[in-house]
């Protein structure tokens, strides 16, 4: 009943940018907290930064002055910017919402992915 939908995954060499977008819709009441998480090959998926309603934030070490979260609250909206790319951050890269519905109770939503890949 929430969907959520990622872009802005593609190909770069290291060094370079990119810019993956998550959008919430359906029948949100409000939203807690937006995060991204990632996932490589043969590997559990884990945390890369998260962001409260608040304006809170929460980053892996791997990324801390490379990689910024940031959220458009009138769109329902979670912004990863991530710069000086590296090879080791190649992953599928999935987005997490979590918040209140308006029928019943909380959520936890997760996007199906999208792919970075970083070439050396």
């Known amino acids: 009943q929430v969907q959520l939908v990622e872009s802005g995954g593609g190909l770069v060499q290291a060094g370079g940018s990119l810019r993956l977008s998550c959008t919430a819709s359906g029948r949100i009441r409000s939203i807690n907290a937006m995060g991204w998480y990632c996932r490589a090959p043969g590997k559990q998926r884990e945390l890369v930064g998260t962001?409260?309603?608040?304006?809170?934030?929460n980053y892996a070490d791997s990324v801390k002055g490379r990689f910024t979260i940031s959220r458009d609250n009138a769109k329902n909206t979670v912004i990863l910017q991530m710069n000086s790319l590296k090879p080791e951050d190649t992953a599928v890269y999935h987005c997490?919402?979590?918040?209140?519905?308006?029928?019943?109770?909380?959520?936890?939503?997760w996007g199906q992915g999208t792919q970075v890949t970083v070439s050396s």
């Open positions: 997490n919402v979590e918040g209140i519905t308006d029928w019943r109770g909380s959520f936890s939503s």
């Open positions: 962001i409260t309603s608040g304006g809170s934030t």
